[in-house]
């Protein structure tokens, strides 16, 4: 299949640029859609007349519908849009990519988000990705974690809702609450894909950056037990990497804390643990909810990170011993990999 597209490449490399900005229009239309042509023609940095004119080419493939609100994908051009991104990941050396970082990493999957975006709708594609993978992994009696934040946020915000399929699955969040909006909850993630997917949810109330001695006396609650008894069931696992000057704000972290972080080299977070380039721990907090030394029992263990103000981080957290797989994005990717002097 390479070789096809050298060929394409130096024969007819019309092709895949046409295709590329058909994927990038397509791509557009879907995180944004409805959306007008200027929009799009000012996005992506294309003229009017070359996005009017690949609008039109998309309508009458029904790819696409147009009304007065601007464009939107039809079924059958979200359906297409995931094949075309294969082909996109093949033209771009994506598996090139993916062999590159997973030798860095060290994880037996790791999965890129083709994209040339900003950075929302960045973590919109990893959202979607994600969403699709764990889709394709569900099984009826499975126990779903997962923690919170943005990204995850974003996960929970492109599971489909199933009305014709009914998940026979438990959702639970990985961990407390960092008392920040409610949007970015664990719990609120939880109960969002469970609702979609038709599945039962639990809640855990209590907030992540408790002293020891409360976590202690929390854990005995009754309800807080039960929540705790199903975690414990959990069989797949799906998280965000933090950096750690940024999760240690979150976390209420004095400036003198923050620094003394900083000078013990920590760059990346997750799970309350704070890791240095070479992937060591160098601090951990307090906290509810699993923990690094709970991953081991997990049958798949997924993070979802982008952007590359996460590249260092990334490679900190990203462990075998912790997870299986990495869906990052395509920039984010070459980022890690020139860090690590793997590039080209």
Excluded: W
Excluded at 20 to 30: A, N
Excluded at 169 to 185: A, D, K, N
């Amino acid at each position: 299949m390479e070789y096809l597209f050298k060929i394409q490449r130096k024969i007819v490399p019309e092709v895949i640029e046409l295709a590329e900005t058909r994927y990038s229009i397509l791509h557009k239309i879907y995180n944004e859609g409805p959306i007008g042509r200027r929009a799009i023609a000012e996005d992506l940095e294309l003229s009017e007349r070359l996005v009017r004119n690949q609008l039109e080419f998309l309508t009458d493939r029904k790819l696409i519908k147009v009304s007065r609100a601007g464009a939107e994908l039809t079924t059958s051009g979200e359906e297409f849009l995931a094949e075309l991104e294969r082909y996109i990941k093949e033209i771009k050396g994506f598996y090139n990519l993916e062999r590159k970082l997973k030798k860095i990493i060290k994880l037996p999957e790791v999965i890129i988000v083709p994209c040339n975006l900003e950075y929302s709708s960045v973590l919109k594609e990893l959202g979607r990705t994600a969403a699709r993978y764990l889709l394709d992994l569900l099984q009826p009696r499975d126990v779903l974690a997962i923690t919170g934040g943005y990204t995850m946020a974003r996960v929970a915000e492109m599971v489909p809702d199933q009305p014709d399929r009914k998940f026979d699955i438990t959702v639970v969040p990985g961990r407390g609450g960092l008392g920040e909006e409610v949007e970015i909850q664990a719990n609120t993630i939880a109960s969002t894909i469970a609702k979609k997917l038709g599945g039962k949810y639990c809640l855990l109330q209590v907030p992540d950056n408790l002293r020891e001695e409360n976590i202690a006396a929390i854990r005995k609650e009754p309800s807080i037990q039960r929540t705790f008894d199903i975690l414990r069931q959990a069989n797949i696992l799906i998280h965000g990497v933090g950096q750690a000057e940024v999760m240690a704000e979150r976390r209420g972290r004095t400036l003198e804390e923050i620094s003394d972080l900083k000078d013990k080299g920590a760059i990346g977070e997750a799970f309350g643990f704070y890791f240095d380039a070479r992937g060591e721990i160098v601090h951990s907090t307090p906290s509810v909810g699993l923990g690094l030394e709970d991953l081991d029992r997990i049958d798949k263990v997924i993070a979802v990170a982008g952007g590359e103000n996460k590249a260092r981080a990334i490679p900190a957290v990203i462990s075998p011993e912790y997870q299986d797989v990495l869906i990052t994005d395509e920039n984010t990717a070459r980022r890690i990999i020139s860090l690590h002097g793997q590039g080209d």
